[in-house]
């Protein structure tokens, strides 16, 4: 066991300043759920809020049900909630806490309501800390490593919280409040610039670039100029066939050649985790499920209509769910994409889809589609615009990230004294 430094002690929760303390939950704040009871739900009224309006921080009412005055009146003899209490969902998805900061009354249900009657204690610094790994770890203790679906009051009084003085925690939810702040600045930027994706790509794919004379078609008004055409006119379809898979494909971990299955396949890009690997003979033995540059991806079961281009040859081959679209010299493979992302595209994609088990297309689905056949030239110029915008939107995720994964480490360092704040007291 390593020395403990001088100041600090040695907890259950590990290293702290020694004038630190751990306390339950319920010993340092009021912990109380909401009503157990179903209203009868209106039209208007006062909001009703569970768990599942408790999202990314925020209390999200683009689906809530509302109660009579008379109801909330009853229910608020129980669980008031007022301004600057914690709400922190006990059902369903556990945890996601919130800061109540609202112009209007609401009541709650499955939800445990955390207030602050005491002077010792900073709202700020508590929601820090029920978002932190310490929470977390505590989650997989009482759920034996499972996924927690529901999280009795009882043991969410007993939660285990460290607390250092009023003056540090205020510091410390200052100084995370600061990233915070940063993340969510760079959401909306990231939000902003995905609507302006939206736009380009509904005034591009059927405007077109600097057009004067258009035409009426099957899919609305386009450029003159342009076609409309299955995909079975512009490129081939193919996927791995069953007895390919059953004969031949065998997932090895040393295998040189990447198979790529449906979840590897995510909005426009290649997701290279939880990967298969075959050897580069069986990838040889199967060359017509080899994936080659500018080969686009499909998945065609499940979450249908997830593509991705791919960028290298020798490197990659089809797994099953995933076909293999190959255009013709005619079509830019990128264009096709963003097509088929776009509305028009996903209106065509649900035409055929069967929702048996589970949705799906059949190879002979994927080839009646209907797309938009700019000439080549247009394509291209259409695909590098929404690709540039793409560009941003992949600047600003990263620096996302990197606020996260800074915001992880203040975590980490801060509310463990690793790192001492200066406080004014």
């Known amino acids: 066991m390593s020395e403990v430094r001088e100041g600090y002690k040695m907890t259950e929760l590990g290293e702290i300043p020694v004038e630190w303390d751990i306390k339950e939950l319920n010993t340092i704040l009021e912990v109380r759920d909401g009503t157990h ?28 049900n509302y109660i009579s005055n008379d109801d909330h009146i009853n229910f608020s003899r129980r669980s008031f909630v007022e301004n600057g209490d914690i709400l922190f969902g006990m059902i369903g998805t556990v945890g996601n806490p919130v800061i109540v900061d609202l112009p209007f009354e609401i009541s709650i249900k499955n939800v445990a309501l955390i ?27 009482i759920s034996n490593g499972g996924v927690q679906k529901f999280i009795a009051l009882g043991e969410i009084r007993k939660l285990k919280v460290i607390v250092p ?23 909306q930027m990231i939000e902003q610039t995905k609507e302006l994706k939206h ?39 193919t996927k791995l066939a069953g007895y390919e898979f059953t004969e031949h494909i065998e997932y090895i971990e040393d295998g040189e050649i990447i198979a790529l299955r449906a979840l590897n396949v995510k909005n426009g890009k290649l997701v290279l985790k939880d990967l298969k690997f075959i050897s580069l003979d069986v990838s040889q033995k199967l060359p017509r499920s080899q994936l080659k540059i500018d080969d686009l991806l499909f998945s065609y079961v499940g979450t249908v209509g997830e593509m991705a281009i791919i960028d290298m040859n020798n490197k990659y081959h089809l797994a099953p769910n995933v076909a ?87 975590m980490q360092q801060l509310l463990t004294g690793k790192i001492r704040v200066k406080v004014d007291e």
């Open 37 to 64: 009871d179903s209203p009868k739900y209106i039209e208007k009224g006062i909001p009703f809020l569970t768990s599942k309006n408790l999202k990314d921080g925020k209390l999200d009412f683009s689906e809530v």
């Open 324 to 410: 293999k679209i190959t255009v013709n010299s005619n079509m830019y493979a990128k264009f096709l994409m963003y097509f088929m992302y776009s509305a028009l595209g996903r209106k065509e994609i649900n035409k055929f889809l069967t929702t048996t088990s589970q949705p799906a297309l059949s190879m002979g689905n994927i080839r009646a589609i209907k797309v938009i056949v700019p000439p080549l030239h247009e394509q291209q110029k259409i695909a590098e615009i929404l690709s540039s915008v793409d560009n941003q939107i992949d600047i600003y995720e990263k620096e996302k990230d990197k606020y996260e994964e800074l915001k992880k480490g203040l």
């Open 199 to 237: 736009g380009l790509m509904q005034q591009l794919l059927t405007k077109g670039i600097g057009h004067t004379e258009f035409k009426n078609t099957e899919k609305g008004i386009t450029p003159a100029n342009w076609k409309i055409e299955k995909i079975d006119n512009i490129a081939s379809v």
């Open 115 to 141: 207030k602050f009657k005491s002077s010792t204690m900073n709202n700020k610094y508590i929601l820090e800390y029920l978002n932190s790994g310490y929470i977390t770890k505590q989650f997989r203790r």
């Open 165 to 187: 003085s009023i003056f540090e925690q205020k510091k410390i939810a200052d100084i995370l409040s600061t990233v915070d702040t940063q993340i969510e600045q760079t959401e």
